[in-house]
């Protein structure tokens, strides 16, 4: 890796969306929710704007491509543990996302060193997941700030979706991985 991939815009605003989350929540153990939810909603941002630029200015990196999914499942994972250790998001829905991705990081591991597999690009349901989980924490935090009764029946419907999206594309990752395995080898290149 070269100090150049470090540097490219995209790289650099992944790295502002991690340095992010101490003071998120830091913002929420003092219960200061409206910092927790103006940062958590500029992380959101960010995670956007460094994949536009990094498609727009063409400096999409190999580090990029390993920061970026680090930086959103640090985020996330974060989240949901400390509102559940506060109490603001019930256990049922921390440990399902925890298992999910331990599941996958471990299973992503071992495939890839029995089997050399890299192709682990998320799938519609992933992402349905992923959406599912920022949506919740957004509600949650919304909630808050802003307790009426359409933001908590937005903040029970994502957290119940999460949980649903997590069953499912947690099976279909299964579904996946089984059909690649199973596909031939590419043959061989040919030198000339």
Known sequence: MNLRQILTAPNQITLLRMIFLPFI????????????????VL???SDGLDGLLARTLHQQT????????IADKLLMSTMFLVLS?????????????FSRDV?????????????????????????ANTFAQVAAIFFVLLLLV?????????????LRAT???TIVSAVHYAFLVQHR????????????
Request: hydrophobic share 55%.
């Open 25 to 40: 929540v830091i913002n929420l153990l003092k219960q200061d929710f409206k910092w927790a939810l103006a940062l958590f």
């Open 103 to 127: 599941s996958i990081l471990v299973i992503s591991g071992v495939l890839f060193m029995i089997a050399g597999l890299r192709d682990f690009r998320p799938s519609i349901f992933g992402k």
């Open 163 to 165: 949980f649903i999206f």
């Open 62 to 69: 190999l580090l990029g491509q390993y920061l970026d999914p």
């Open 146 to 158: 802003y307790p009426v009764q359409w933001v908590w029946i937005a903040r029970t419907t994502f």
């Open 43 to 45: 992380a959101g941002v």
């Open 85 to 97: 250790i506060e109490r603001m998001i019930p256990w049922k829905y921390t440990v399902m996302v």
């Open 181 to 192: 395995l199973h596909e031939p080898a590419p043959p061989p290149a040919v030198s000339v």
